[in-house]
């Protein structure tokens, strides 16, 4: 027999004991007891601001002790305070907070930006003191019946306020009026007293290049939480006077070892940057990706400098383009900004690929730099200087287009091809590395690829780290500046007949780590859209090759076959038979844009090679699925290529003749 639950009578609540008149009170006494307590234990700003903080942290201290007699006497603790009371309290603790939160962000933000806010600063100072001296006026003391000492120590913190005056301290103001006469003179292109400069960086603490690292660092930090262009200006102004400064006085120490890229806080260089986030064509990170007519996507801005030169075919599968319009990908510009945030790196929208953590770089400090750095290369200093140096051009040739112009404008390329030498890569590789790294960051001003291209030994020198280069580093540096400079229609066409070029980045590709592989691929299929470098790649190998890498890297091995295919002779679709095994597997698993080529470079096949092949493709396993699998989920041209497929192997079935196997 089942049994019943018990079911238990409804327990009676104990009412809950009703909290006593202070309880609330001395929660809010013991929080201002804490953050009086916190901002004791703060210490006093270094460099600017001093009296005004020390003034804030001894109060605090005084207040503490207050607060901690009146808690402990059991006489305060058994009143009730009035509501009066309470809001005194309560805003005490609000002004508090507020004084903490201004003397950490001073501590912690930038000294040169600090500096140039010294008035608005000194005045938050003095109107929070106000605000204290107004609340302690109130102060409702009698209540709590406290003792003489705690009366004294509250009048004196009462005082201590009253003499406080809206002032700046005299030696900060003249630093701040000696700052801006520096910068003045930098706008108008004259070089500072390096004495001068020197003797303002060590009154802010900057006494050194590490020191100077970490202001430029939180400058640039500081720029991206303002919001008035004005304000930006400024701290831009800021970063260039410190770089500058840094070079003229402290000699680069921190770019002498042998990794510079990792001595820097986290950037966006730091990072190795996901191949579906970069734009085919500069293999940066995209920052306002669009859609060409091919369903490719790449940046906006390197797609229209495409165009621009007179290109109406798509990049990456040479595919001619119905249309120039441009389609914003924002699916993907919210995976980018969402990969940035994990990241920790700023992501900038449309226009900001010219900058580098979102910093523009300021003109005039710029070119002073420049100039100071180019002028050091050309005395042969050693070669530890030398990389220093180099590294520092390369930074700045990241930075954006006016720092290009400015390093080339200077003199720079010929004085950095001595450092792409073989016996320089063997013996010093990390300058080597920076010397060809620079030369790719120059390349993507239109100017200076004209300048690298015609500069006696500047291309040479490119070509030789490609094809002996002392890293796998410098090697695929290289072949991203090829990339960049191939760009260019005439250029393409003048590099594509260069046998060192296309044996360096095939064995690059052969031979190269990932990354090296990826570059070096990718250039290959940038030359590829000259039909007469076609057959030179063809010669070379270039089917055996990726076919060899497909499985590593699908994407741009099916590109390069489709545009060998399509733009090859007899002896391109005769390599390409072996491969059609792997680009079925492709069609069946790789990504949507490889399927969408791997189609593409199949119907190519079939249409030159005729009824051979698409015998070959019809028996196949499953082919007749995996065709259906891309045309139902495919993209637009993937479907339209697979359905072509279809046809052929369905013609070839019904034993139509050769020539009417695939329709155009």
Request: charge should be positive; charged fraction near 25%.
């Given at each position: 027999m089942a049994v019943s639950p018990r079911v238990l009578p409804p327990r009676k609540r104990r009412p809950s004991p009703s909290p006593s008149p202070t309880s609330a009170d001395l929660n809010l006494m013991n929080s201002l007891l804490c953050l009086s307590q916190e901002i004791s234990a703060l210490k006093p700003l270094q460099c600017l601001l001093i009296g005004k903080s020390h003034s804030a942290i001894n109060k605090s201290k005084l207040l503490a002790i207050v607060f901690e007699e009146l808690l402990g006497d059991p006489v305060s603790n058994a009143l009730s305070p009035s509501s009066s009371t309470l809001l005194c309290f309560e805003e005490m603790y609000i002004v508090l907070q507020r004084m903490k939160t201004l003397i950490e962000d001073c501590s912690n933000g930038s000294k040169m930006w600090l500096l140039m806010q010294i008035p608005h600063l000194a005045n938050s100072f003095h109107e929070l003191t106000l605000e204290l001296s107004t609340l302690l006026d109130i102060f409702p003391l009698q209540e709590f019946d406290p003792s003489p000492d705690v009366e004294e120590l509250l009048g004196l913190v009462r005082r201590q306020c009253t003499k406080t005056k809206p002032s700046v301290d005299p030696k900060d103001d003249f630093l701040r009026r000696d700052v801006l006469a520096l910068l003045d003179l930098i706008k108008k292109e004259i070089v500072p007293d390096h004495l001068k400069l020197k003797h303002i960086l060590e009154n802010l603490g900057l006494r050194d290049n590490s020191s100077c690292v970490e202001e430029i660092e939180s400058l640039q930090s500081e720029i991206r939480t303002q919001i008035d262009e004005k304000s930006k200006s400024e701290i831009v102004s800021l970063i260039g006077l410190v770089r500058y400064a840094r070079?003229?006085?402290?000699?680069?120490?921190?770019?002498?070892?042998?990794?510079?890229?990792?001595?820097?806080?986290?950037?966006?260089?730091?990072?190795?940057?996901?191949?579906?986030?970069?734009c085919p064509i500069s293999l940066e990170l995209m920052r306002d990706p669009v859609v060409v007519a091919s369903g490719q996507t790449y940046d906006r801005k390197s797609i229209n400098q495409w165009f621009e030169s007179g290109h109406n075919t798509c990049p990456k599968t040479g595919q001619a383009l119905a249309h120039t319009n441009l389609i914003p990908n924002r699916t993907l510009r919210n995976l980018i900004a969402m990969w940035c945030r994990q990241q920790r790196v700023p992501f900038e929208s449309?226009?900001?690929?010219?900058?580098?953590?979102?910093?523009?770089?300021?003109?005039?400090?710029?070119?002073?730099?420049?100039?100071?750095?180019?002028?050091?290369?050309?005395?042969?200093?050693?070669?530890?200087?030398?990389?220093?140096?180099v590294y520092e051009l390369r930074a700045l040739a990241k930075m954006d287009s006016d720092n290009r112009a400015c390093i080339a404008e200077a003199g720079a390329i010929p004085i950095l091809v001595r450092y792409l030498a073989s016996d320089v890569g063997s013996e010093h590789p990390n300058l080597q590395v920076n010397a060809v790294t620079t030369f790719l960051n120059l390349s993507i001003l239109e100017a200076n690829k004209t300048r690298i291209m015609e500069i006696d030994g500047a291309l040479n020198g490119v070509i030789e780290v490609l094809r002996s280069g002392a890293t796998w580093e410098a090697k695929g540096n290289a072949a991203a500046t090829i990339?960049?400079?191939?760009?260019?229609?005439?250029?393409?066409?003048?590099?594509?007949?260069?046998?060192?070029?296309?044996?360096?980045?095939?064995?690059?590709?052969?031979?190269?780590?990932?990354?090296?592989?990826?570059?070096?691929?990718?250039?290959?299929?940038?030359?590829?859209?000259?039909?007469?470098?076609?057959?030179?790649l063809v010669e070379g190998g270039v089917v055996e090759l990726v076919t060899g890498v497909i499985n590593q890297l699908p994407e741009e091995a099916v590109a390069i076959l489709e545009a060998v295919v399509k733009r090859g002779g007899p002896a391109a679709i005769t390599a390409s038979h072996n491969s059609i095994k792997k680009l079925?597997?492709?069609?069946?698993?790789?990504?949507?844009?490889?399927?969408?080529?791997?189609?593409?470079?199949?119907?190519?096949?079939?249409?030159?090679?005729?009824?051979?092949?698409?015998?070959?493709?019809?028996?196949?396993?499953?082919?007749?699925?995996?065709?259906?699998?891309?045309?139902?989920?495919?993209?637009?041209?993937?479907?339209?290529?697979?359905?072509?497929?279809?046809?052929?192997?369905?013609?070839?079935?019904?034993?139509?003749?050769?020539?009417?196997?695939?329709?155009?």
């Open positions: 070079c003229v006085l402290f000699g680069f120490g921190s770019s002498t070892t042998e990794k510079p890229d990792h001595r820097r806080r986290k950037s966006l260089s730091d990072l190795t940057v996901p191949v579906d986030l970069r449309v226009g900001s690929n010219d900058k580098v953590n979102g910093v523009k770089s300021n003109f005039e400090a710029t070119k002073m730099t420049v100039s100071f750095l180019v002028d050091r290369l050309s005395v042969s200093p050693s070669m530890e200087v030398a990389n220093a140096v990339f960049s400079l191939s760009g260019v229609h005439e250029y393409r066409k003048r590099l594509g007949t260069t046998t060192r070029v296309i044996k360096g980045l095939m064995d690059l590709a052969e031979d190269g780590p990932t990354n090296s592989k990826r570059d070096a691929l990718l250039t290959i299929l940038n030359l590829a859209g000259d039909r007469e470098t076609v057959g030179r079925s597997v492709i069609l069946r698993e790789g990504s949507n844009t490889a399927r969408e080529s791997a189609a593409a470079t199949l119907v190519a096949i079939c249409r030159k090679g005729g009824s051979e092949v698409v015998a070959e493709l019809a028996t196949m396993p499953s082919m007749e699925r995996i065709i259906w699998e891309v045309m139902g989920t495919g993209t637009t041209r993937a479907r339209q290529k697979a359905a072509t497929l279809l046809r052929a192997i369905r013609r070839w079935t019904a034993g139509v003749g050769t020539n009417e196997v695939v329709d155009s």
